[in-house]
């Protein structure tokens, strides 16, 4: 079955203690993309990847990185997690470049 | 600057009756556009895109420049297009940036 992986689905922490969501498709999709989601302000960019070792900033990648190894993954990483990185966070992939395959989100709480 | 807006966050119609849900956006190049939507406790998925010009699930939505709108329209609104509607628009000019509006939660009063 064609899907994009996340994980963990949720995660609670605290400020500073480093974490990875990882992201994986089984689609051979060159484009993959980070997202956030809050309340009011919908979706927003994190990062985007338009193929192997190819990354680029969305609208808010600050306190974000990402590695793009292998097509198949594409890891959130947040070094030093902040309370104001408390949110949902969206993995998506397709073939061109706009996000179509979504994951199932992965939601985090920085205490 | 590229953004997306999505003036009304809910709205409400009766079965049967017309809907659309507004976008407007403010793009400086040549935009892309599309209309995802959410249904309840599934994923977020891709509906239509304005360069297709095609008509899912009824729903069909035209790229108007002079007023920068992109808004969705269905002529007979019915019970399982209550979700959650959000327009996006891709930056090609500056890579491949993508930016979403809101979103509109759509409710179909039966």
């Known amino acids: 079955e064609a899907q994009v992986t996340q994980n963990p689905r949720y995660l609670i922490t605290v400020t500073g203690k480093k974490l990875t969501v990882t992201c994986s498709q089984n689609m051979n999709h060159e484009y993959m993309s980070w997202y956030r989601q809050d309340p009011g302000l919908g979706l927003r960019q994190i990062y985007y990847?338009?193929?192997?070792?190819?990354?680029d900033k969305g609208d808010v990648p600050e306190g974000y990185k990402v590695s793009r190894k292998e097509k198949r993954n594409f890891p959130l990483i947040l070094e030093s997690p902040s309370p104001n990185q408390t949110s949902l966070y969206f993995c998506?992939?397709?073939?061109?470049?706009?996000?179509?395959?979504f994951g199932d989100g992965t939601r985090l709480s920085i205490l | 600057a590229q953004r997306v807006t999505q003036p009304e966050k809910l709205l409400s119609v009766f079965k049967g009756a017309p809907v659309e849900l507004k976008c407007n956006y403010s793009y400086s190049g040549s935009p892309e556009l599309f209309w995802y939507v959410q249904y309840s406790r599934q994923r977020l998925q891709l509906l239509l895109r304005?360069?297709s010009r095609e008509s899912i699930k009824g729903f069909t939505a035209d790229l108007n420049k002079g007023e920068t709108s992109f808004h969705l329209k269905k002529p007979f609104a019915q019970e399982e297009d209550s979700a959650m509607y959000y327009c996006?628009?891709?930056?090609?000019?500056?890579?491949?940036?993508?930016?979403f509006g809101t979103g509109t939660s759509l409710t179909v009063i039966p």
């Open positions: 998506a992939s397709s073939l061109s470049g706009q996000p179509q395959h």
């Open positions: 304005h360069i």
């Open positions: 990847s338009m193929n192997v070792e190819v990354t």
């Open positions: 996006a628009l891709s930056a090609a000019n500056t890579g491949n940036q993508f930016y």
